[in-house]
C-alpha cells in the first residue's frame, strides 16, 4: 500500500507532465491563458518595447522628423514615448488577432520541439540549433503601430524578438527525458492500480479496511500534489526572479501553466473520497448498516435503479469535476470500478438481509 501511494505521487506528477509539455494543445491552450493575464501581457509589453530600442535609435529618428529648435527635446520625447508605446503595446496585445498570433507562435514553437524529440532532423537550421518561440511577427504589427515599420524591418538582427526555449546541445538530455516519461505515463498508472489490487487480495479478513486505506492513500496523493503546487512555485517564482514586478507575471505564469497539475490533484482527491464512501458503506458502522438495510430491497427489486444511481453520480463528478480530453482511460477505470463495487455492495446486502 505505502509503495503505491509513492507510485501514484510520481504518477501524478508524470502524467501532468506529459500532458503539458508534451501536448501542442495543451501548450497552445496554456500560452493563450498567458496572454489574457494582464500581469503578463505587461511584462510582454516591456519586453518587445525595448525590443525596438535595442534595434532603432529613437531619439535620432525624431531629430530627423523635430525641426531645428525642436531637436534638443528628442531625448526626453524618446523617453517618454517609451512608456507610451508600452501602454499601446498593452492594447495592442489584447487584441483577438494578435492573441491569435501569440498562440500560433507558441504551437508552432512546440510542434517544433517535439518533432526535434522525436528525432527528426533538419528542422531547426533556421533557428541556430535551438527551439524558440518567435514573436517576429507581433513586433513588425507593434512597427507598424508606432511608425517605425519601415526602419525597424531593415535593422532588426535575426535574433529580435525570439526567446530561446531550449539550445541545440540540451536536447539529448530532453529527449531521453521524454521517453522516460512517455515509457512511465501508462505503467505507473496500471502499476499503481495493480499494486492496490495485490494489497487488498492478500488482505483475506481485512480486505475492506485496505480498500478504505487505499482511499486515504489516493487522497493523500492529491493533497500532496496540491500542496506541491503550491509550495513549489512559490520557490521557483523566488528562485527565477528578485524584481518584483516580473515576479507577479513569473507567478502568474506558473499559475497558469500547472492548471492541469492541479487538475490531476483535484481529481485525486474525489477518486479517494469515492473509494473511502464505498469502504464505509461497506463497513460495520451503524449508520452503514441502516443505510443497506434501506437500499436491499430496492437491490433486491430494482437493480436498474441502483445502477442508474451510480451513473448519475458518476456523470456529475465528469461534469463537475475538472476534466480534459486525455481523462478518457482513468475515467472508464473508475466506472468500471464504481459498477463491480456496486454489484459486490448489492450481492453483501442479500445476503444480510434476504426477502
Do not use: C
Not at 502524467?15 to 500560452?31: C, I, Y
Request: charged fraction near 15%.
Amino acid at each position: 500500500m505505502v509503495i503505491a501511494t509513492v507510485i501514484g505521487l510520481v504518477s501524478a506528477l508524470n502524467v501532468w507532465v506529459k500532458r503539458q509539455a508534451l501536448s501542442s494543445d495543451n501548450w497552445a491552450n496554456a500560452s493563450s491563458q498567458l496572454l489574457e493575464n494582464q500581469k503578463i501581457r505587461s511584462a510582454l509589453s516591456v519586453y518587445l518595447v525595448n525590443q525596438i530600442y535595442q534595434n532603432v535609435d529613437v531619439t535620432k529618428e525624431l531629430e530627423q522628423r523635430l525641426p531645428p529648435r525642436a531637436k534638443g527635446l528628442a531625448a526626453p520625447l524618446a523617453a517618454g514615448l517609451q512608456g507610451t508605446a508600452t501602454t499601446a503595446v498593452d492594447a495592442l496585445l489584447s487584441r483577438p488577432r494578435v492573441q491569435k498570433l501569440w498562440k500560433e507562435a507558441n504551437r508552432r514553437a512546440h510542434e517544433l520541439f517535439i518533432a526535434v524529440l522525436n528525432g527528426k532532423k533538419g528542422l531547426l537550421v533556421h533557428s541556430g540549433g535551438n527551439v524558440v518561440l518567435d514573436l517576429r511577427p507581433i513586433l513588425k504589427q507593434l512597427g507598424q503601430r508606432t511608425g517605425l515599420g519601415e526602419r525597424l524591418e531593415g535593422k532588426l538582427p535575426p535574433d529580435a524578438g525570439q526567446i530561446v526555449i531550449m539550445k541545440g546541445n540540451q536536447l539529448g538530455t530532453a529527449r531521453k527525458a521524454v521517453k522516460v516519461v512517455r515509457a512511465l505515463s501508462y505503467f505507473l498508472f496500471f502499476l499503481m492500480i495493480a499494486l492496490y489490487g495485490l494489497a487488498i487480495w492478500i488482505a483475506r479478513g481485512r480486505r475492506r479496511r485496505l480498500l478504505l486505506g487505499a482511499g486515504i492513500s489516493v487522497l493523500t496523493v492529491g493533497l500532496l500534489v496540491l500542496v506541491v503546487r503550491r509550495f513549489a512555485g512559490e520557490y521557483l517564482v523566488n528562485a527565477l526572479n528578485t524584481n518584483t514586478d516580473d515576479k507577479h507575471a513569473v507567478s502568474a505564469a506558473w499559475a497558469i501553466g500547472t492548471q492541469l497539475l492541479r487538475n490531476v490533484g483535484f481529481n485525486a482527491v474525489i477518486y479517494g473520497v469515492g473509494i473511502i464512501f464505498a469502504a464505509w458503506i461497506a463497513g460495520p458502522s451503524r449508520a452503514a448498516t441502516w443505510s443497506r438495510r434501506s437500499l436491499a430491497p430496492t437491490m433486491r427489486d430494482f437493480p436498474v435503479l441502483i445502477y442508474g444511481a451510480v451513473a448519475l453520480v458518476l456523470l456529475i463528478v465528469l461534469l463537475a469535476g475538472p476534466t480534459d480530453a486525455q481523462r478518457v482511460f482513468p475515467l472508464l477505470i473508475l466506472f468500471a470500478f464504481a459498477f463491480a463495487g456496486t454489484e459486490v455492495l448489492r450481492r453483501q446486502t442479500l445476503r444480510e438481509f434476504p426477502a
